[in-house]
């Protein structure tokens, strides 16, 4: 992904926004959906990621503004 990347919703591990293309730290990625500063993303295996501020609220409950690097969700 590139782009903005201030709750690290591009996948790759860090907050640094991105002007090209750069890999994210799950690889066989078949699917992928982007909310405002989120995303979530499927494996090839049928694994559910999620990365980016609002992946706190999504995976557990009542966190506020914490990022989340490519948390597992199923």
């Known amino acids: ?3 903005r990347n201030n709750y690290g919703q591009l996948g790759d591990g860090t907050k640094t926004s991105r002007t090209q293309l750069v890999q994210t730290m799950v ?3 078949v699917d992928i959906t982007g909310g405002y500063n989120f995303v979530t993303y499927l494996d090839i295996e049928g694994n559910l990621y999620v990365s980016g501020g609002y992946a706190a609220q999504i995976t557990i409950p009542k966190q506020i503004n914490s990022n989340i690097y490519n948390m597992k969700i199923s």
């Open 1 to 3: 992904g590139w782009g």
């Open 27 to 29: 690889s066989d990625i």
